[in-house]
């Protein structure tokens, strides 16, 4: 790699989530909630989770894996690893350290990095930390890897349909096919009590639904209005919708992605910006003097800004809802699994383009940013991360007993001296499952054999 690293940002991205899952409408009946209220009312399709063999460990050591060996990056080319988690299964001992076993067998122990939490946003703050150190004086000329992973588990209630389980791993490096417009990045950081795990006892956090929606409605605006500014020092012209081919949301459910854009729609016709009509102008002009505390709650508003938005939401949102809707929230990896669905959706068509991603975790913290999308060469051009990453085939999904694991699950959080089923019947070959907490609380997984029937080492 030269040095003076030019176009950095994301070079492969691989993603996991378990083959577990259930359908929305299903659980909407078990719930006994009105029909439609989890796959309309919340936008959602279908659930995954993890059954006592995954967990946040094991996705992990599946993606990271899965992306080297596919990609044929040796493990000694790696300089930093981060993972972005909220998921805690250890107050002290980083995630970080459970992957290094597939980096010290390679004699790699030179590889900096550790976790990141905050909510749903210690994924971004991982890779900012990566791309920061390749554009930095301290790169070694490595590549560095993020991985986010969550298993995202609500008690029973309201809450409970906006859970989900993945892991993602990216490969962070120069002359990349998604590569960081740098200077266009705006963040919003506060103090809010919306969503947060103060019970180390239990997995499931303490939330206050709607206060989380408005925090993550005004981050949004937040974020958007300074990256406008930005922008507009920078260019000496004004920003809106229309500069951006694609926007991706972090998705705790897809209605909020639908709000959230019609949000920006709201705020551009604030700002007389280029991408509201006659019509839309004439739509929104009846909530032109709320205050922006009564804009976050007028119905009113919410559907005219909705409608305003629809035909730029089907051409720049929905290609990137897929995995979201069909997987749920994945806490830290929602927003890339929602990036990695615009790959899977597009890759043919996206040299060019200019993607916006929003980042939020509840507490909070929020990042808007802006990539890129390059035509590279082989092996990491953007149809091959498209077709390593294969969304189509993971998203067959067995069905399986969500409740019923849900008690197990509750029962065993933060538990000692088990052995899991170990039952892994369902799960691909080449996936990392849990065996045993041992009665120190060590956890040990096993690798599932290959397609072609080699055996990898537990750790
Ligand atoms: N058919 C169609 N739509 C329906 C039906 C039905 N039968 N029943 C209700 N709905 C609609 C409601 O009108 C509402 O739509 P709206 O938002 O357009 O008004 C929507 O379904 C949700 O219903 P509510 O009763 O408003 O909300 P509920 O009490 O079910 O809670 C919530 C939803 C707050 C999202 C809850 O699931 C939750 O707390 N989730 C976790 C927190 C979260 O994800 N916050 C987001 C940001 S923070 C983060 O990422 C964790």
Known sequence: MALQPKNVGILAMEIYFPPTCIQQEVLEAHD????????????????????DVEDVISMSLTAVSSLLEKY????????????????????????????????????????????????????????????NWVESSSW????????????????????????????????????????????LRASHMAHAYDFYKPDLASEYPVVDGKLSQTCYLMALDSCYKSLCDKYEKLEGKRFSVSDVDYF????????????????????????????????????????????????????????????????????????????????????????????????????????GQRVMLFSYGSGL????????????????????????????????????????????MEHRYGGKDFVTSKDCSVLAPGTYYLTEVDSKYRRFYSKKASENGTLANGH
């Open 32 to 51: 006994g909630a009105s029909k439609g209220k989890y796959t309309i009312g919340l936008g959602q399709d279908c659930m995954a989770f993890c059954t």
């Open 72 to 131: 044929g990056v040796d493990p000694k080319q790696i300089g930093r690893l981060e993972v972005g988690s909220e998921t805690v299964l250890d107050k002290s001992k980083s995630i970080k350290t459970f992957l290094m076993p597939i980096f010290e067998k390679c004699g790699n122990t030179d590889i900096e990095g550790v976790d990141s939490t905050n909510a749903c946003y210690g994924g971004t703050a991982a890779l900012f930390n990566c791309v």
């Open 140 to 183: 070694d000329g490595r590549y560095g890897l993020v991985v986010c992973t969550d298993s995202a588990v609500y008690a029973e209630g309201p809450a409970r349909p906006t859970g989900g389980a993945a892991a993602i791993a990216m490969l962070i490096g120069p002359n990349a096919p998604i590569s960081f417009e740098s200077k």
């Open 248 to 351: 991706v949301f972090h998705s705790p459910y897809n209605k909020l992605v639908q709000k959230s854009f019609a949000r920006l729609l709201f705020n551009d016709f604030l700002r007389s910006a280029s991408s509201i009509n006659e019509s839309a102008k004439e739509k929104l002009a009846p909530f032109a003097s709320l205050t922006s505390d009564e804009s976050y709650q007028s119905r009113d508003l919410e559907k005219a800004s909705q409608q305003v938005a629809k035909p730029f939401y089907d051409s720049k949102v929905q290609p990137s809802t897929l995995v979201p809707k069909q997987v749920g929230n994945m806490y830290t990896a929602s927003i890339y699994a929602a990036f990695a669905s615009l790959i899977h959706n597009k890759h043919s068509t996206l040299a």
């Open 365 to 408: 913290s929020s990042s808007m940013f802006s990539v890129r999308l390059n035509e590279v060469q082989l092996p990491f051009n953007l149809s091959n991360i498209a077709s390593v990453m294969n969304i189509s085939e993971k998203l067959k999904f067995p069905p399986e007993k969500f409740v019923e694991t849900m008690k197990v």
